[in-house]
C-alpha cells in the first residue's frame, strides 16, 4: 500500500490549502479503514486534522481546532482523498501527511511522503 | 500544550534498555488503544506498536508497548545508534472526539 501525495507547497494567507492523497494498493471505500491527514510543526507538534471512511455511508470526523475550515473528501472514481483548509494563516504553515488507519484504532500504518505547506504572501 | 505528556528526552548507552513513558486521562489512554510512532530525521512517523502492545510486521520485537489505567509505556531493549529518532505515543480522546498525540521523546544513544 502507498500513499501518495500532490498539492502546492506555498499558500497565500485567506487563501485554500489544498492536497490530493492517491491511494494504491487499497480501496478509499474500505469497510475497514480510515483516511486520515496529520500535519506537524515544530510549534504545535503532530496534530490529526480529520478523517473520511466508509461504513454503508461515508462519515467524516475533524478536529475542534479547525472544523470550521477544514473538508476532507473521498474521490471513488480516482481511488483518493483530499484535504482543503480555507482561510489560511501562517500558524497553517507545516509538513501535511495523508495517513492510512487500517482498523479504525488508531493504529496509523502507512503515512504519505509528506507536502510541506507554507502560509506565506 | 499535548494532550499526552511524554518526557521531552530519554538516553541510554548501546545494548541498553529504555522506557519512554506517556500519561493521559481516563477519555484518552484511560479507555482507548494506544499506538507508538518513529520518527526519524526528515522522514514520516512510522508505525511500531498498536492496540497497545502489537507490533506491525516487520517491527522487532525489541520493541514493546504496554498499558497500565491512564499511561502507557514503550520500551526498547537491546538500543541501537539507529534507534536514535523522536518517538510520539497517540490515542483516540473520547471527549474531544479526537485523536491526540503526544509532545514527543528524544531518544539519544549515547
Known amino acids: 500500500v502507498q500513499l501518495q501525495q500532490s498539492g502546492p507547497g506555498l499558500v497565500k494567507p485567506s487563501q485554500t490549502l489544498s492536497l490530493t492523497c492517491a491511494i494504491s494498493?487499497?480501496?478509499?471505500?474500505?469497510?475497514?479503514?480510515?483516511w486520515n491527514w496529520i500535519r506537524q510543526s515544530p510549534s504545535r507538534g503532530l496534530e490529526w486534522l480529520g478523517g473520511t471512511y466508509y461504513r454503508s455511508k461515508w462519515s467524516n470526523n475533524y478536529a475542534l481546532s479547525v472544523k470550521s475550515r477544514i473538508t476532507i473528501n473521498p474521490d471513488t472514481s480516482k481511488n483518493q482523498f483530499s484535504l482543503q483548509l480555507d482561510s489560511v494563516t501562517p500558524e497553517d504553515t507545516a509538513v501535511y501527511y495523508c495517513?492510512?488507519?487500517?482498523?479504525?484504532?488508531?493504529?496509523?500504518?502507512?503515512w504519505g511522503q509528506g507536502t510541506m505547506v507554507t502560509v506565506s504572501s | 500544550q499535548s494532550v499526552l505528556t511524554q518526557p521531552p528526552s530519554v538516553s541510554a548507552a548501546p545494548g541498553q534498555k529504555v522506557t519512554i513513558s506517556c500519561s493521559g486521562s481516563s477519555s484518552n489512554i484511560g479507555n482507548n488503544y494506544v499506538s507508538w510512532y518513529q520518527q526519524l530525521p526528515g522522514t514520516a512517523p512510522k508505525l511500531l506498536i498498536y492496540?497497545?502492545?502489537k507490533r506491525p510486521s516487520g517491527i522487532p520485537d525489541r520493541f514493546s508497548g504496554s498499558k497500565s489505567g491512564r499511561s502507557a509505556t514503550l520500551g526498547i531493549t537491546g538500543l541501537q545508534t539507529g534507534d536514535e529518532a523522536d518517538y510520539y505515543c497517540g490515542t483516540w480522546d473520547s471527549s474531544l472526539n479526537a485523536v491526540v498525540f503526544g509532545g514527543g521523546t528524544k531518544l539519544t544513544v549515547l
Open positions: 495517513v492510512r488507519d487500517p482498523n479504525g484504532d488508531i493504529g496509523f500504518d502507512i
Open positions: 494498493g487499497d480501496s478509499v471505500s474500505s469497510n475497514s479503514a480510515a
Open positions: 492496540d497497545n502492545n
